[in-house]
């Protein structure tokens, strides 16, 4: 992961964020592959995604298609 630690990869926050650092960042690692790591562990691990995987599912989000949290069998942290 020393590779998506270095200075040369440029972390990407949401303009929705409020600056808590409760939110995750994203970098583009070359075509094919993005990264995406929680903002409070900047130096822990990140999950590589291929930019159509992410998209989708940011999509999804948004459109409200992933469920509802609060619906009976969701299981919240």
């Given at each position: 992961?020393?590779?998506?630690?270095?200075?040369?990869?440029?972390w990407?926050?949401s303009?929705?964020?409020?600056?808590m650092?409760?939110?995750?960042?994203?970098?583009?690692?070359g075509?094919?592959?993005?990264?995406?790591r929680d903002?409070?562990?900047?130096?822990?691990?990140?999950?590589?995604?291929?930019?159509?995987?992410?998209?989708?599912?940011?999509?999804?989000?948004?459109?409200?298609?992933l469920?509802?949290?609060?619906?009976?069998?969701?299981?919240?942290?």
């Open positions: 992961m020393s590779d998506l630690s270095a200075k040369s990869v440029v990407l926050r303009s929705y964020s409020v600056g650092n409760n939110c995750v960042e994203t970098a583009r690692l075509p094919g592959r993005l990264a995406v903002s409070k562990n900047t130096a822990g691990p990140a999950l590589l995604f291929p930019p159509s995987a992410w998209a989708s599912f940011v999509g999804d989000l948004c459109d409200g298609d469920g509802d949290p609060g619906a009976q069998g969701a299981s919240r942290p």
